[in-house]
């Protein structure tokens, strides 16, 4: 073989061993796993495999293609935590190969596979892939789709232009549009319209050349959307570009934040890609002029595309900017290759940076198990939220085991600078390995306990009852949980959606099961038939019986 086809195995084996295993050893989270989840669930129960319900309604603020895959997964696996997250370990996997593929096509074999093992050796880049949220199959989109552009555009430049390759970029496009709507159409062309501005539209597609993109583009979900439309209505559309403003203009999603926000997400989450992101800027690197410096151009512009507007949106949530670790680890490839090359040593403000936040993590880890065994330490600082104070009453099991990532990372830290005296693609190896390991280190040995604080006795109440023909309903807080882990079925009462005829009506046609938290308890002598069974970890559970 040669040595793309063993790089080529060789990584999909890595992506089968690192993404495939242990996918369901923690329940779903709350809000967007579960929601996914539910969403596959209902389409399930339903049959109804075009349109996307939620609580057994329509639901209007994401595209099916995600809960299709979701679907796919529970056919095989059962309705579980691991068929909805597996997905995107598949799609970690396909990553890990195109990333070959398009940096060999770019440079050579050897810089893509270092691109894919940079990827590979970053902490929120793998850490995706063992989630069951949307945002890895719609950043691969997207991403991919502008590297189709960039093919087009070098071939163009070469005199030998392929209009297949905006053919695959509009589809590609268009599958992330079915994916999560159309943010990839303003990520997308966003990031072609800075590029065209500052090259002063030099090499732009003609008439015919926008026409084939568009088209293409629009195939995927204008086939889905005009099926939609045709059995439903323009329902959809309205709602759901509706839905989209008001997320863009508006802390819809709840969650604020300040607008350096997802600078701090990446330089942390990205590392240690995060930081040989800044090597070419540091040794004053500058990429030849001609073909190569196409791509170049086009990540730094989708890295500042991404950072911006999502600094702009008032809502703040970690996998907003996501899309951003394809231009980050395509930077810290970049630097990665001049190491190898040419045994340059890293400045100074890059080992400072591996230093501090290495350190950084092996203080937050280290920090766990003895807070977790010292947990009143908290109490002060969530001394005015009731339900963060209850929620630390869980049982957890804390020892100092739950320390040993802290271990790993401090290990990882000394090996890097030890190798790297040595030879620097040893200290590399060290680093990179040894960050995975920290990673899962986490996941084996802290989600649990994290987890229990959080949601678990919400869970597990939900699924004791499951199976009972019993209405599980939270009331006064947006959750999924009881969905998915109580199985609601279609025949239910759409009236049990009113809080009032739930607690009050005397059509009550099946036992109620109430949650809510702490803070919002009800007043049973407003609700007399209401009886409360137990408060566990800031939740209050009710029983109305018939």
């Known amino acids: 073989m040669d040595n793309y086809n063993k790089n080529f195995i060789f990584l999909l084996l890595l992506g089968c061993v690192s993404y495939l295993p242990f996918l369901g050893g923690v329940h779903l989270f709350d809000w967007d796993e579960i ?104 950043n691969f989109f997207i991403f991919s789709a502008l590297f189709y552009f960039y093919k087009f555009l070098r071939e163009k430049s070469e005199e030998r232009e392929n209009n297949k390759w905006l053919v695959s970029s509009g589809l590609l496009l268009g599958l992330a549009v079915l994916t999560k709507g159309p943010v990839a159409f303003l990520l997308y062309g966003l990031t072609l319209l800075v590029f065209y501005i500052i090259r002063k539209f030099q090499q732009f597609p003609n008439i015919g050349q926008l026409f084939i993109l568009l088209f293409s583009s629009l195939f995927f979900g204008g086939l889905w959307l005009g099926i939609e439309t045709l059995q439903n209505g323009t329902w959809f559309i309205n709602t759901f570009t509706e839905y989209q403003i008001r997320l863009l203009t508006t802390h819809d999603a709840g969650h604020k934040g300040f607008p350096g926000y997802h600078f ?41 595309v991404v950072l911006v507007v999502f600094s702009l949106v008032q809502s703040k949530i970690v996998h907003y900017s996501s899309l951003a670790y394809f231009p980050v680890t395509y930077l810290a490839a970049i630097g990665v290759n001049i190491l190898l090359q040419k045994e340059n040593k890293l400045p100074k403000v890059i080992l400072t940076g591996i230093l501090g936040l290495g350190l950084l993590f092996v203080g937050i880890t280290a920090a766990l198990p003895y807070v977790g065994m010292n947990i009143d330490i908290l109490h002060y600082l969530l001394a005015k939220d009731p339900f963060a104070i209850a929620s630390l009453s869980a049982e957890v099991d804390w020892s100092w085991w739950n320390g040993l990532p802290a271990l790993v990372i401090l290990i990882t830290i000394i090996s890097f600078f030890i190798l790297r005296k040595k030879e620097i693609q ?11 390991l920290f990673v899962n280190s986490i996941l084996f040995l802290n989600i649990n306990n994290i987890e229990a604080y959080s949601q678990r006795a919400l869970i597990d109440f939900c699924k004791d009852h499951a199976k009972e023909r019993a209405y599980i309903k939270f009331i006064g807080t947006k959750s999924y949980a009881p969905l998915f882990y109580g199985l609601k079925t279609e025949d239910e009462n759409p009236k049990s959606n009113d809080k009032n005829w739930l ?20 007043d049973l002598t407003e609700y007399p038939k209401l009886k409360e069974l137990y408060r566990k970890n800031g939740f209050i559970f009710y029983k109305r019986a018939i």
């Not at 040893?426 to 995975?436: D, E, H, K, R, V």
């Not at 009550?508 to 919002?520: G, M, Q, S, T």
């Open 426 to 436: 040893l200290g590399l190896n060290a680093l990179f390995i040894g960050t995975i």
């Open 503 to 522: 607690l009050k009506s005397d059509e009550l046609d099946r036992d109620a099961y109430i949650i809510v938290k702490i803070h919002k308890a009800l």
């Open 264 to 304: 701090i997400v990446l330089l942390l989450g990205c590392f240690p890609a995060s930081l040989f992101a800044f090597l070419p800027a540091w040794k004053k690197f500058r990429i030849n002029t001609g073909k190569q410096d196409l791509l170049f151009l086009i990540m730094v512009i989708l890295l500042s």
């Open 35 to 138: 929601n996914f989840a539910e969403i596959s669930r209902e389409m399930i129960v339903l049959q109804d495999y075009l349109r996307v319900h939620i609580n057994f309604e329509p639901f209007w603020e994401k595209p099916p293609l995600f809960c299709w895959f979701q679907v796919i997964a529970m056919k095989l696996f059962g309705v579980n935590e691991y068929a909805a997250r597996f997905p995107n370990a598949i799609a970690g996997i396909l990553t890990l190969l195109t990333l070959l593929k398009f940096g060999t096509y770019y440079k050579n074999t050897k810089f893509g596979m270092i691109w894919a093992l940079v990827y590979w050796g970053s902490i929120l880049p793998f850490l995706y892939f063992k989630s069951g949220i949307i945002d890895p199959w719609f």
